[in-house]
């Protein structure tokens, strides 16, 4: 039941930002957003970074508060 809450917070919050999808459209669009380890030289851990985002999977984002900036997932301030 807290799961089913959950996808309806969500679409709400994404409604009233103006991108009006249905849960299940929500998911499958953010499940197609990858990440990946990068290991650069002279660095003792890896950098995790996003892969190219879809203009909707950054109205997503952008609407639940975040932003990919240089492909690294941050708040909006």
């Known amino acids: 039941m807290a799961a089913l ?7 709400n919050r994404l ?7 249905t849960a299940a459209r929500i998911m499958n669009t ?5 990440s990946c380890l990068c290991w650069y030289p002279g ?5 995790r970074i996003i892969e190219e985002v879809t203009e909707n999977q950054s ?4 609407a639940l508060g975040y932003q990919i900036a ?5 708040k909006l301030n």
């Not at 409604?15 to 999808?21: C, D, K, R």
């Not at 109205?59 to 952008?62: D, H, N, Q, R, S």
């Open 5 to 11: 809450t959950h996808l309806r917070i969500l679409e």
């Open 15 to 21: 409604h009233e930002a103006g991108i009006p999808q």
């Open 30 to 34: 953010m499940r197609k957003l990858h």
């Open 43 to 47: 660095k003792s851990r890896p950098q």
């Open 59 to 62: 109205a997503i984002l952008k």
């Open 70 to 74: 240089s492909r690294v997932l941050q």
